[in-house]
């Protein structure tokens, strides 16, 4: 009996193991700043290998309040680098320097990189210029015409593009809403959704919840087909609670899992119908829009402005009488 048991389980697992990307390492404790950064030096990058040929890099918070995360993918023709991060200071954050020790050697030099970014925020594309005089290494433009041009998107934000970097294909779908160059990558070795500020434990900001939700639609229907094993933004800004570090922090205690799962990806579009146009609280994310807010608070504060100065006048006017 034992060996009937036996047999059919090692065929389930292996069969398991050829239609499914296995999940590997997310077991680390990331970097969480300090309340006095200068009073304890941090080491400014954090160097996570998930598996064998996926590298997560953690920009220290108290290096960036921001506080990224950047996706190394090996190939066996070249490697793919998803974002450079917050900093341009080589000597702050010696990310170029990083990335070229951990590329292996093919053919006596150092596999080619790719060096592209989830979007044109700066503090995903801060660390470019140290790649620029590189040798061997190619930065994606990060303005919307460059991204449809390089990945040849030619009825963006429809079509799925394809990243070939050797025994290993990352798509890139465009994800605009957050901000309209968007992409996020999906990368079939591992399963993993590279998502950016698209998706992540932390505040949504929305610039067009329109293009948002369609692009949450979009993602969706990508992965119907597709093993999802992880989905891992660009960001931290949870607490293990869910509440939110203040903006600006350098330091963030307790930090939120990084890892989202594919729950959190289907629910985005209803949140989105029912979204207020403000602020909406989820378990593992916000939706904010910053620019209503702001006009919301200018307009609260004109109106506290009136009503003080209408106060001071009628006191000046009952005083005088
Ligand atoms: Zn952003
Ligand atoms: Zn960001």
Redesign the pocket.
Known sequence: MPTRVTVPTFLLTSALAWSQPVPRSLDVHWNEGAPDCSATPQNPLQVHQYEPQTFILRQNPCASFEANFIYLLIGSDKALLIDTGAVADPKAMPLAKTILELLPDKDGKKLPLLVAH????S??RAGDPQFASLPSVQVVPFDLEGVRAFFGFTNWPNGIAHVDIGSRIVDVIPTPG??ET?VAFYDERTGILFS??FLLPGRL?IEDSGAYRESALRVIDFLKTRPLTHILG?HIELDAAGRAYRFGSHYHPNEHRLELAKEDLTVLPAAFESFNGFYAHYPNYILTNPIRNLIVLAVIAVAVLIFVVWGVRRLLRRRRG
């Open positions: 989830t979007h044109r925020h503090d995903h957050h901000n968007h950016g500020d900001l660009g």
